[in-house]
């Protein structure tokens, strides 16, 4: 009986990781979508902060009373 159940757990094991290897290959348009938006974000940002450096006058940094 036991040799029965680890055959048919392994069968089931090498099913489910070439399966898994399956849905590993698949595009993901929407994840990439995501990344892509992320990452322009992440290069607006940045340049939104070199702006507001570039525009910044030169003794912004003191409080003035």
């Known amino acids: ?5 680890q055959t048919l757990a392994s069968r089931l ?3 489910s990781r070439a399966f ?4 590993s290959t698949l595009d993901d348009p929407y994840g990439d979508y995501r990344f892509a938006l992320g990452a322009r974000v992440h290069h607006l940002e940045a340049e939104v902060q070199a702006l507001r450096k570039a525009c910044r006058p030169p ?6 009373t």
């Open 1 to 5: 009986m036991y040799t029965v159940i």
């Open 13 to 15: 094991i090498e099913k």
């Open 20 to 23: 898994l290897d399956l849905l």
């Open 59 to 64: 003794n912004a940094s003191e409080k003035t």
